[in-house]
């Protein structure tokens, strides 16, 4: 790790390159996305070809959406090394430990939620003139399942993201359960050290009563949960979706046009604890 000569940043690869672990989060959304920046934008970020103002405007969130996406990827990696790391350190009070894993919890159920709403920018990628300007001015990813339903907006998008749509959002749900209780009604995580590890909960009502609001993703009969085991669950259900939604951006771009595209990948000095955390079981 330490003769790495990109710090934090994604890069184009070869097929060789291209995996999921070690030092590397290689993602076909990623592939589609960053391909379709290259593909509109030149390296110094102009227009590649004449548009309408409108238009104009629209690429240039999608591309913010992108970015966004990119460095929220990176800022999961980041937070879960650090929250590992303190969490470990003996040289921190316990106390103190638990107070700082409780705050970097909290930042990390955000970010997932922040990254599902990064998707909505995704999608535009493969809409109509029509149903682009047709398009809710939202980045919020429920409003966007919320407009999918509706009888009238049924052939505003294509059919397979009405489908990610559908698939999407129990999973959606769940990160939202979680990051409203934290935002919106200000519920604390609370984290509880023993010598089987972490296990956190939300309390509904009090901090010592045996009731949680975190959306039990386990299946387990407990009423709190393995840290590792709770966030790998909701982390891997996030990245199934994104694959999931890469793959359709990628079929319907060749589907319709000559599409350029590239794998891609991003990497930093947290990738590689960060992966192999997700592939564990």
């Known amino acids: 790790m330490n003769n790495k000569l990109i710090i934090k940043g994604s890069l184009i690869t070869n097929g060789k390159k291209w995996y999921f672990g070690e030092e590397l989060y290689s993602s076909v959304l990623l592939s589609a996305s960053q391909s379709w920046i290259s593909n509109n934008y030149s390296a110094?970020?102009?227009?590649?070809?004449?548009?309408?103002?409108?238009?104009?405007?629209?690429?240039?969130?999608?591309?913010?959406s992108i970015y966004a996406y990119v460095s929220d990827l990176h800022g999961i990696s980041i937070n879960y090394c650090l929250l590992r790391e303190?969490?470990?350190?003996?040289?921190?009070?316990?106390?103190?430990?638990?107070?700082?894993?409780?705050?970097?919890?909290?930042?990390?159920?955000?970010?997932?939620?922040?990254?599902y709403d990064h998707l909505t920018g995704v999608i535009k990628i493969i809409?109509?003139?029509?149903?682009?300007?047709?398009?809710?001015?939202?980045?919020?990813?429920?409003?966007?399942?919320?407009?999918?339903?509706?009888?009238?907006?049924?052939?505003?998008?294509?059919?397979?993201?009405?489908?990610?749509?559908?698939?999407?959002?129990?999973?959606?749900?769940?990160i939202r359960i979680i990051r409203d209780s934290i935002i919106h009604k200000g519920k604390e995580i609370l984290v509880r050290r023993s010598d089987k590890g972490l296990f956190i909960r939300i309390p509904k009502k009090e901090p010592f009563g045996t009731d949680t609001i975190l959306p039990n993703v386990l299946n387990s009969n407990s009423y709190e949960y393995p840290l590792e085991s709770y966030l790998r669950k909701i982390t891997k259900s996030f990245f199934r979706n994104s694959e999931d939604l890469g793959v359709i951006?990628?079929?319907?771009?060749?589907?319709?046009?000559?599409?350029?595209?590239?794998?891609?990948?991003?990497?930093?000095?947290?990738?590689?604890?960060?992966?192999?955390?997700?592939?564990?079981?």
Not at 265 to 278: G, L, Q, W
């Open 44 to 64: 110094q970020g102009e227009f590649l070809s004449e548009l309408e103002p409108w238009k104009r405007r629209e690429f240039g969130r999608i591309k913010s």
């Open 86 to 115: 303190v969490s470990e350190n003996n040289d921190i009070d316990v106390h103190k430990r638990n107070l700082y894993a409780e705050q970097l919890l909290e930042q990390y159920f955000t970010v997932i939620r922040s990254l």
């Open 127 to 174: 809409l109509s003139d029509k149903n682009l300007k047709e398009f809710p001015e939202t980045n919020s990813l429920n409003r966007i399942i919320r407009f999918s339903k509706k009888k009238t907006n049924e052939d505003k998008l294509p059919n397979r993201i009405k489908q990610f749509l559908i698939n999407v959002e129990p999973d959606l749900s769940d």
């Open 249 to 281: 951006v990628l079929t319907e771009m060749l589907e319709r046009e000559k599409f350029n595209w590239h794998l891609h990948s991003i990497t930093n000095y947290c990738m590689e604890d960060f992966t192999k955390f997700i592939l564990e079981y």
